[in-house]
């Protein structure tokens, strides 16, 4: 209903216009905080950029796509809501920096590594594109001894703080002998302790999950070098523990992903030239078995006549891709209607990286100008 003050013309009440303020994209937006200082300090507040963000995961999320490696990193694009792959609009950062490669998502913001003149080690960026502001992540006393296997990027509600993780691992990528652990709050590093059996290797990108860290791996049960058992370690945020987790029946080609607020497993069980598609969801409490996680299998497909490699899930559809000699293919497996759709896109193969990713107003408490970096 609207509103009359002493005879001013009509006003709609604070909620609505918040209301409709929280579904715009953020380009206008930021264009909108020329229109008051109330509005230019709402964008600001806590609430609204949460209110914006939860709006934007739910009704206008993204799949984000790199072409894997160092060579071509401003090949960046996404495939939005409507099915459409476009490109990534003025990239500046990764246009002034090259050599950048995203490895993370959360909140709309992204982790940017960045290989710069062939200087080892690479330093890191934390990147918000939709409101072009960076930070440099400060250097962190590089392992001699050890090699950089993986980095990681998340978010924990509990402490309301975003992570990156480093992972190294030994001269022969055998085992996981170091992990060190930046603050975007503190803005500082810390080396956090890996009490897991150290015969412990990890075979997959980091999924975060209500602020806990998830990785595939596997670890040495005989004196093999090839008898592995699979299992899922992961680090909670917050406290900083790790832990290994039991997981259910899989294939090699298998992903982590989040389904329904949970940590999911993916799986492409082939055989005979034809794949079949398995979902498997954790549920977390105590059951018969005495166990605290359960996993519960959610989804199995019809046998799909060709090879798949799962990849994420992405508004309840579960992404795969399909290499054929012509083209790339994304395979999308709908979880509420049950219906499989093909999608080419030309640009999409194994070797790229894909990411969720929402636009967000989620400050880094960095800089707009790029030219200081290089």
Partial sequence: ??????????????????????????????????????????????????????????????????????????????????????????????????????????????????????????????????????????????????????????????????????????????????????????????????????????????VTVNGVMFWLGSKRVGEDPDDNEGLIVSLDLATEAFRVIPIPEHDFFSTLAVYEEKLAMVSGIRSTGHSVIHLWVMEQGVVASGERWNWTKKYTSSPYPCKLYPRTIWRNVIVCTDDMEDESTAVLFNLTTKRIKKLAISKCDDGHDIFNYAESLVPVGGMKSFANFL
């Fill in 1 to 206: 209903m609207k509103k009359e003050v002493d005879g001013d013309p009509p006003v709609l009440p604070e909620k609505i216009i918040r209301n409709i303020l929280k579904r715009l994209p953020v380009k206008s937006l930021v264009r909108f905080q020329c229109v008051c200082r109330h509005w230019r300090n709402l964008f600001k507040t806590a609430a609204f950029i949460a209110d914006h963000l939860h709006h934007s995961n739910h009704q206008n999320p993204y799949l984000l796509f790199q072409r894997d490696g160092w060579d071509d990193p401003s090949n960046l694009y996404w495939l939005d809501s409507e099915m459409q792959v476009r490109d990534f609009q003025n990239p500046p950062l990764l246009d002034y920096l090259k050599r950048g490669k995203i490895v993370g998502s959360s909140n709309g913001l992204l982790c940017v590594e960045i290989n710069k003149h062939d200087v080892s080690p690479h330093f890191l960026l934390v990147w918000n594109p939709a409101i072009r502001e960076v930070r440099l992540v400060p250097e962190t006393n590089f392992h001699e001894d050890y090699y950089l296997y993986s980095v990681a990027f998340g978010f924990s509600p509990v402490i309301n703080d975003y992570k990156i993780v480093i992972l190294y691992v030994n001269e022969y990528y055998t085992e996981l002998s170091a992990v060190k652990v930046y603050s975007l709050s503190s803005g500082s590093w810390k080396e956090v302790k890996f009490r897991v059996n150290h015969s412990t290797c990890l075979h997959s990108h980091c």
